[in-house]
């Protein structure tokens, strides 16, 4: 190979030449390299940038869709009143007192309130029924109290649904019904008249025998509850003369509700019909069924305030004391339970200052 005149080969040179060549190229392509990056991240920002203003006009037009197609309140609450999906249709009864809110100056819109109401109340699931008569007292309170277009809700709307559900097929909704109804009628929200013929009369004929016992045992808690709203006069009109009958019933589960309810019934009818009555109370307490004359001494106190001193001495006394010498040790124990409840009903004002009210309490008499 031929040489260039100082005896090297042309490609070939001594390491101290290479050495000085490699650091200027090698600091030369960092130089390069990092040009390259920094224009690769300028790219980048500029380019995540564009991205980020592109997003923010998406969103904008998008919030401005969704304001320009956004539902009112009535179109909303149809859609999801007819939804497949339960939580849907549960929404709607949890709302349908903030829709009549809304919308309580618009004929239209409060009828296609009340339309979806109906359809709800025919819904085929449970929890639908039970979230909607929940909310029946709460729709009960505000269509009274705001009136005008909402004026006759309650009569024509609310109570047809709780005749409806005290027969539900559903035990969840039936019991959810009793307590809704009871909070209304504490409210004083449904006409007297309606009242009497169109709940009184369901909730009398649900004792009949034709029913099963379940419906039976809990119309006759239910008259209980329903008397104080009522008043002594129409519970003794309405409720006593079937409440007595009951205590007779062949069904040993009625009898024994009716002997657990007795005291309460007895409160709200007054000393007359009590007294009038002991014999089916004396029954009662000496049925072959250990679980009904328990019951009875449960109840023998609030029987006995309602009584006259003379009653409690020459029926009632002679009565508790077969209770307390029973052949069955739970009704002997429940009978010593209430010994000392039934003792006090005969404390003597005058000597005593003290006296047993009607409602089973024993107070300080007046001087």
């Known amino acids: 190979m031929p040489d260039d005149g100082d005896g090297l080969v042309p490609d070939q040179r001594t390491s101290g030449e290479a050495d000085s060549v490699n650091p200027e190229n090698e600091e030369s392509s960092c130089w390069s390299n990092f040009s390259l990056a920094m224009l690769a991240g300028d790219q980048e920002e500029t380019s995540a940038e564009q991205v980020g203003e592109d997003c923010e006009d998406e969103d904008d037009t998008a919030s401005r869709r969704q304001e320009h197609e956004e539902p009112n309140p009535v179109v909303k609450l149809e859609r999801y009143a007819y939804s497949d999906i339960v939580f849907n249709r549960q929404l709607v009864a949890r709302n349908i007192v903030d829709t009549l809110r809304a919308v309580v100056d618009s004929q239209e819109a409060v009828d296609a309130v009340l339309t979806a109401l109906g359809s709800l109340s025919l819904d085929c699931e449970p929890s639908v029924r039970t979230e909607l008569v929940e909310q029946l007292p709460n729709i009960a309170s505000f269509c009274a109290s705001e009136g005008g277009l909402l004026e006759n ?69 239910l008259m209980t509850k329903m008397a104080p709203y009522l008043g002594k006069d129409t519970t003794a009109y309405l409720f006593l003369p079937r ?62 305030c ?34 000392g409840p039934f003792i006090s009903t005969f404390a003597n004002p005058l000597r005593t200052g003290l006296y047993c009210s009607e409602d089973g309490v024993v107070e300080r008499a007046s001087l």
């Open 153 to 221: 809700v309650v009569r024509e709307h609310v109570v047809p649904i709780l005749v409806q559900y005290l027969t539900d097929v559903a035990n969840q909704v039936r019991k959810r019904t009793q307590v809704s109804l009871l909070f209304i009628l504490e409210r004083s929200l449904i006409d007297r008249k309606q009242l009497e013929e169109q709940i009184c009369s369901l909730v009398v004929h649900l004792t009949e025998s034709e029913n099963v016992d379940d419906y039976r045992m809990e119309a006759v808690t």
């Open 243 to 304: 409440f007595i009958s009951l205590c007779q019933d062949a069904s040993f589960h009625l009898r024994k509700v009716c002997a657990a309810n007795y005291g309460d019934f007895s409160s709200i009818v007054g000393q007359e019909y009590t007294e009038d009555n002991l014999p089916v109370f004396q029954m009662l307490c000496e049925d072959c069924v250990w679980g009904v004359r328990k019951a009875c001494a449960e109840v023998f106190m609030p029987v006995s």
């Open 306 to 339: 309602v009584c006259s001193l003379v009653i409690r001495r020459s029926n009632l006394a002679p009565l508790f004391l077969c209770l307390l010498d029973d052949q069955s040790r739970w009704v002997r124990i429940a009978a010593f339970q209430a010994l």
